[in-house]
């Protein structure tokens, strides 16, 4: 049964929903017999610990998960993300606190307090023989500067990919016969996921502790803002590329190019491997493929290249912004990170020569760090960016619509598309995605997209979690909570404080790309902000440039092409110039 034909028959689940389930003991509501009963294997539980950079404890909080799989080409954990791709695995979870070795985690068909995606009840899984796996999400109890107590994920150089995430904790899989009326299957959480990196002595495996060479350098940095608001030391970091002859001119100083993206290991367990040709970030000194040749030869443009890195306990990147959920990453940037940079790196320390380009999320940061700090950076060259105008947030207006996954008329209802193929099939419905979060995580601790906007631009709630801007099971939006995001909506701030923006923005120091066909839809929120900005006088110049084809993050322009031509945006609007 689909997830939207279940939602009359899990209200019981709203109440439910956050809420910690005791691991020793099963639900009220369970009197059958379970369907999993997960355990920790001795000695696990501080391991874990001590891999995450916390004390060392016997006792766990987090989310336990069961996902199962017809499939036995991988771990059903690393098929995903779990429900949405063609062969990923159905998962179900459950929040646990105080659990140790001994405890028993048991999993009943009836319980209200597990959810799962694309089934949501364990009800709904049919009789048959499967691969199954435990998984355990481990959390870290954070006393928060602002008074609030949260229990969070805290990623370490793995992206936030839950099921890659340092310190969380795996079973092994077992082939079983899976019926209603059968034994409960017995699984154990034996394995803790270690660094995907050494960490250096006296170091963090935050942010990662990717392989160094002559042009790839790492800049780690402890932020006494991020630590004195998480209760903890926290850091962030940039993987910088030099210019070839960086070395051979000693008192030459360059340019700077920041390129925002998600951390490296968000959607692969193999940093940067796999991943499309949408960023020049991927450059090899052994020079093995064209554009690391083209970048070590005499023509390249004389640049260095910087890649912010903030994964944190909501999601793999801050969007560096401030924010009253994941802290003061706008000022870390602009305050810390870029100072620090310049400290370590033979930069030019002018606005002129500081330029910014993404794409999607890492498009979103450009514009937004351009918008905000115009006398920071230079200029910044914008590619599919997450919304940037949010009465177009996918297909829907979040300051009007009532429900994010259905439009509604008086008669009909039908499910609202978050994401298309390149065909302009829907592969994913707005109710889809949320579900899936909701299966990963309870108080947006998911971390994945949605979540993330709600950590990131949504406001705080009472019990110091994110205040969601939906309801994750119905859809129903709280227009209360909405009132937050307006601070980062960019088509809406820019029209407030045009008189004072613009100047500080001419000189096409916003210029945009997006494909018409694009899979998020994001090409819909440029051309509203297009035609907002074209409202104003004076009138703009920002560049708004669509193609026809293409997807998500597709261009015509090459990396390289893009790089010359902003090092040749930066001379042209340079002093001497």
Same mark, same amino acid.
């Given at each position: 049964?689909?997830?939207?034909?279940?939602?009359?028959?899990?209200?019981?689940?709203?109440?439910?929903?956050?809420?910690?389930?005791?691991?020793?003991?099963?639900?009220?509501?369970?009197?059958?017999?379970?369907?999993?009963?997960?355990?920790?294997?001795?000695?696990?539980?501080?391991?874990?610990?001590?891999?995450?950079?916390?004390?060392?404890?016997?006792? $766990?909080?987090?989310?336990?998960?069961?996902?199962?799989?017809?499939?036995?080409?991988?771990?059903?954990?690393?098929?995903?993300?779990?429900?949405?791709?063609?062969?990923?695995?159905?998962?179900?979870?459950?929040?646990?606190?105080?659990?140790?070795?001994?405890?028993?985690?048991?999993?009943?068909?009836?319980?209200?307090?597990?959810?799962?995606?694309?089934?949501?009840?364990?009800?709904?899984?049919?009789?048959?023989?499967?691969?199954?796996?435990?998984?355990?999400?481990?959390?870290?109890?954070?006393?928060?500067?602002? @008074?609030?107590?949260?229990?969070?994920?805290?990623?370490?150089?793995?992206?936030?990919?839950?099921?890659?995430?340092?310190?969380?904790?795996?079973?092994?899989?077992?082939?079983?016969?899976?019926?209603?009326?059968?034994?409960?299957?017995?699984?154990?959480?034996? #394995?803790?996921?270690?660094?995907? =990196?050494?960490?250096?002595?006296?170091?963090?495996?935050?942010?990662?502790?990717?392989?160094?060479?002559?042009?790839?350098?790492?800049?780690?940095?402890?932020?006494? +803002? $991020?630590?004195?608001?998480?209760?903890?030391?926290?850091?962030?970091?940039?993987?910088?590329?030099?210019?070839?002859?960086?070395?051979?001119?000693?008192?030459?100083?360059?340019?700077?190019?920041?390129?925002? =993206?998600?951390?490296?290991?968000?959607?692969?367990?193999?940093?940067? #491997?796999?991943?499309?040709?949408?960023?020049?970030?991927?450059?090899?000194?052994?020079?093995?493929?064209?554009?690391?040749?083209?970048?070590?030869?005499?023509?390249?443009?004389?640049?260095?290249?910087?890649?912010? $890195?903030?994964?944190?306990?909501?999601?793999?990147?801050?969007?560096?912004?401030?924010?009253?959920?994941?802290?003061?990453?706008?000022?870390?940037?602009?305050?810390?990170?870029?100072?620090?940079?310049?400290?370590?790196?033979?930069?030019?320390?002018?606005?002129?020569?500081?330029?910014?380009?993404?794409?999607?999320?890492?498009?979103?940061?450009?514009?937004?760090?351009?918008?905000?700090?115009?006398?920071?950076?230079?200029?910044?060259?914008?590619?599919?960016? =997450?919304?940037?105008? $949010?009465?177009?947030?996918?297909?829907?207006?979040?300051?009007?619509?009532?429900?994010?996954?259905?439009?509604?008329?008086?008669?009909?209802?039908?499910?609202?598309?978050?994401? +298309? =193929?390149?065909?302009?099939?829907?592969?994913?419905?707005?109710?889809?995605?949320?579900?899936?979060?909701?299966?990963?995580?309870?108080?947006?601790?998911?971390?994945?997209?949605?979540?993330?906007?709600?950590?990131?631009?949504?406001?705080?709630?009472?019990? @110091?979690?994110?205040?969601?801007?939906?309801?994750?099971?119905?859809?129903?939006?709280?227009?209360?909570?909405?009132?937050?995001?307006?601070?980062?909506?960019?088509?809406?701030?820019?029209?407030?404080?045009?008189?004072?923006?613009?100047?500080?923005?001419?000189?096409?120091?916003?210029?945009?790309?997006?494909?018409?066909?694009?899979?998020?839809?994001?090409?819909?929120?440029?051309?509203?902000?297009?035609?907002?900005?074209?409202?104003?006088?004076?009138?703009?110049?920002?560049?708004?440039?669509?193609?026809?084809?293409?997807?998500?993050? #597709?261009?015509?322009?090459?990396?390289?092409?893009?790089?010359?031509?902003?090092?040749?945006?930066?001379?042209? #609007?340079?002093?001497?110039?």
């Amino acid at each position: 049964m689909s997830i939207q034909g279940k939602l009359p028959a899990l209200g019981a689940i709203l109440g439910a929903f956050g809420i910690l389930c005791a691991p020793t003991a099963p639900s009220a509501a369970a009197t059958s017999t379970p369907a999993f009963i997960v355990t920790l294997a001795r000695g696990v539980a501080a391991q874990s610990h001590t891999t995450a950079e916390q004390p060392p404890s016997e006792v $766990l909080d987090g989310r336990v998960y069961v996902i199962v799989s017809r499939h036995a080409n991988m771990e059903p954990r690393l098929q995903g993300p779990p429900g949405m791709d063609m062969d990923a695995a159905p998962i179900w979870g459950i929040d646990v606190d105080g659990v140790q070795s001994g405890s028993r985690i048991e999993l009943h068909r009836n319980d209200p307090g597990i959810y799962g995606f694309p089934l949501a009840s364990l009800q709904d899984l049919p009789d048959g023989q499967y691969f199954v796996q435990a998984f355990m999400n481990v959390y870290e109890t954070f006393r928060r500067s602002d @008074g609030s107590v949260v229990k969070l994920h805290m990623p370490c150089g793995d992206g936030h990919r839950i099921m890659w995430s340092t310190g969380n904790i795996y079973s092994d899989v077992k082939k079983v016969s899976v019926s209603h009326g059968g034994e409960p299957v017995e699984l154990e959480l034996a #394995h803790v996921i270690p660094p995907h =990196d050494p960490t250096p002595p006296g170091g963090t495996c935050q942010q990662g502790n990717s392989p160094q060479s002559q042009h790839i350098q790492l800049m780690k940095l402890k932020s006494e +803002r $991020l630590s004195r608001f998480w209760g903890r030391p926290m850091y962030v970091a940039a993987r910088v590329i030099l210019p070839a002859d960086y070395q051979a001119r000693p008192n030459a100083r360059y340019p700077v190019i920041l390129w925002m =993206d998600h951390h490296p290991r968000a959607y692969s367990k193999d940093e940067r #491997h796999g991943v499309s040709n949408a960023n020049f970030s991927v450059f090899r000194e052994n020079g093995e493929d064209s554009f690391s040749r083209w970048w070590l030869g005499p023509d390249s443009p004389k640049v260095i290249i910087v890649e912010p $890195l903030s994964e944190n306990p909501y999601y793999d990147t801050s969007y560096w912004v401030n924010s009253p959920n994941v802290g003061p990453y706008g000022d870390v940037l602009t305050q810390e990170l870029i100072p620090e940079l310049n400290r370590r790196f033979r930069t030019i320390n002018a606005s002129w020569a500081r330029t910014l380009t993404g794409c999607s999320s890492g498009g979103w940061m450009a514009a937004a760090a351009q918008v905000w700090n115009p006398d920071q950076f230079g200029g910044a060259f914008v590619f599919a960016p =997450d919304i940037v105008d $949010l009465r177009s947030l996918w297909l829907m207006n979040l300051y009007e619509d009532k429900n994010a996954f259905w439009n509604q008329t008086e008669w009909r209802q039908w499910p609202r598309p978050y994401f +298309r =193929d390149n065909f302009g099939n829907t592969v994913a419905t707005e109710g889809d995605w949320a579900h899936l979060e909701l299966a990963m995580g309870t108080k947006d601790r998911s971390g994945e997209y949605f979540d993330w906007q709600d950590a990131t631009w949504g406001p705080q709630g009472t019990d @110091g979690y994110p205040l969601p801007r939906w309801n994750p099971l119905t859809g129903e939006v709280d227009h209360s909570a909405v009132q937050q995001y307006r601070k980062y909506d960019l088509g809406e701030y820019l029209e407030g404080h045009w008189a004072a923006a613009e100047p500080k923005l001419r000189g096409s120091r916003l210029q945009f790309f997006v494909t018409e066909d694009d899979n998020y839809y994001t090409n819909l929120a440029l051309h509203r902000l297009q035609h907002r900005l074209e409202k104003l006088t004076p009138a703009p110049d920002a560049q708004f440039n669509y193609f026809t084809s293409g997807g998500h993050c #597709h261009s015509p322009i090459t990396n390289e092409q893009l790089l010359e031509r902003m090092a040749r945006f930066m001379t042209e #609007h340079s002093p001497k110039h």
